[in-house]
Structures are given as C-alpha cells and as structure tokens.
C-alpha cells in the first residue's frame, strides 16, 4: 500500500468583516453621543467647544449617527465592557487597573506615603 504525503489545505477566502465594522459604527457613534454631551459643558465659543466641534464635523461624514437618541442599551453594554473597571481596554489599562487595585503594602505596589503626626 502506497503511502500519501499529507495534503495541503485550500487556502481560505477573506472573511466578511460586516461584524466588525457594525461595532466599529456602534464606538462611531459612542464618541458622537460623547462628544455631543461634552460640548454642552464647554460651549461651541470655547476652544475646547470648537475642537469638539471639528471631529463632529468629521465624525458626521460617516454618516454613522442616523438617531439624536441617547446611547441605546446595546451600546452602553459595549461601551462598558471596553472600559478597565469590566475587564476590557487595552493591555495597559488592563495592568494599570490591577495597580490600582492592590491594597498599599501588597507586593509589586508602591508604599504608602508616611503619616504625619
């Protein structure tokens, strides 16, 4: 009986990246609502106001914010779970929020600052 040498895979076609790009649309339009909630407490004369101004301009050449609605109940769960606090975020926040949560003394955190009496 002859021996078969091990074939090779079918390369596979690119995947479809509409998942992605639909909770890109949902952090698009996050950082709109965002956005749009700073700028009340800045004002649009301000120069904080007129920079978040500018990427309102831009953001909205998306064509992604199609409702003046709040953050719908979907969003603010992806919302949450990106932030350090619920596990996500980035590796670094991710290493800053365990600092964080270390009791003064553990190993690995800084001292606590002597008291003054």
Do not use: W, Y
């Amino acid at each position: 009986m002859p021996v078969q040498a091990p074939a090779a895979a079918p390369m596979s076609k690119p995947q479809n990246k509409a998942g992605l790009q639909a909770a890109a649309r949902v952090n698009i339009h996050i950082a709109q609502t965002m956005l749009e909630e700073a700028l009340g407490s800045f004002g649009s004369e301000t120069p904080e106001g007129m920079a978040v101004m500018d990427c309102l301009k831009k953001l909205a050449k998306l064509g992604s914010k199609k409702d003046s609605s709040d953050l719908v109940p979907a969003e603010m769960l992806q919302m949450f779970r990106q932030m350090p606090q619920m596990g996500g975020g980035t590796d670094i926040q991710k290493l800053i929020q365990q600092q964080m949560q270390k009791p003064p003394g553990a190993a690995g955190a800084a001292p606590a600052p002597p008291t003054m009496q």
